[in-house]
């Protein structure tokens, strides 16, 4: 399997653009996770998906940012207009919320390579 | 809200010496996650414990949960150039899969 993937690896743009990054989980896995990282908050949690149903957009962190995952195996982030505070790697991660194959139950994640998100 | 804290924030050691990190979540756990992040890299698992007092090796990794299920560690042994980065822990909101990762740990080795 190629694992999560990402798109695009780096995006700059200017203030007040839309922005939309994108991911593909892992086959199989049930579970979709959007994640914002940076120095000062460290890594959030913004919104997570169980069989394409947000489940928890609690950490969305307001009305410029919408999620989607019309699908399972895609998923959008936008952000619409983008600002500078926007500035972000943002992750996307895929689990398989069940049994695992040694038939202990486990929710690990497997992390996307990441967008590097610069609003300027 | 539920908060997981870490420490130290930042460690450098020399190559050979032993690290630990700590973590401490505000409320009970159901299970703990351990995750390494290289620099530039995103975040690997590394394992989950689920049990009381579980402790779980991998080769140098040493890694326990508390017998309140509030924290954990992660120990290395005789550190090496390959174990820097950033250890994340992290833990599922009550009754959810929504995990709270940790403020970080990020590892220098000093050759």
């Known amino acids: 399997d190629a694992g999560v993937i990402q798109s695009p690896r780096h995006e700059v743009t200017e203030m007040g653009q839309e922005v939309t990054l994108r991911c593909k989980p892992i086959?199989?896995?049930?579970?979709l996770f959007w994640y914002r990282q940076t120095m000062m908050r460290g890594l959030e949690l913004l919104i997570y998906?169980?069989?394409?149903?947000?489940?928890?957009d609690s950490g969305m962190p307001e009305d410029r940012f919408s999620a989607k995952m019309p699908n399972a195996s895609f998923s959008t982030l936008k952000i619409q207009p983008s600002e500078p505070r926007d500035s972000a790697v943002y992750f996307c991660?895929?689990?398989?919320?069940?049994?695992?194959?040694?038939?202990?139950?486990?929710?690990?994640?497997?992390f996307g390579p990441g967008t590097r998100l610069t609003v300027t | 809200g539920q908060q997981v804290m870490q420490i130290p924030q930042y460690q450098h050691v020399q190559e050979g010496e032993d690290f630990t990190t700590y973590c401490n979540s505000s409320?009970?756990?159901?299970?703990i996650q351990w995750y390494k992040q290289r620099p530039g890299g995103h975040p690997v698992f590394l394992i989950q414990?689920?049990?009381?007092?579980e402790v779980k090796k991998q080769k140098r990794l040493t890694f326990q949960f508390g017998e309140a299920k509030k924290n954990s560690s992660l120990h290395i042994t005789a550190t090496q150039t390959t174990d820097v980065g950033t250890y994340f822990c992290?833990?599922?909101?009550?009754?959810?899969?929504?995990?709270?990762f940790g403020t970080g740990t990020r590892l220098k080795v000093l050759a």
């Open positions: 991660a895929s689990s398989f919320g069940g049994l695992s194959t040694t038939g202990g139950i486990t929710y690990e994640q497997y």
């Open positions: 086959s199989g896995h049930d579970y």
């Open positions: 998906f169980n069989n394409n149903v947000p489940i928890d």
């Open positions: 409320t009970t756990l159901s299970n």
């Open positions: 414990l689920v049990k009381s007092g």
């Open positions: 992290a833990g599922p909101h009550s009754g959810t899969y929504k995990y709270i």
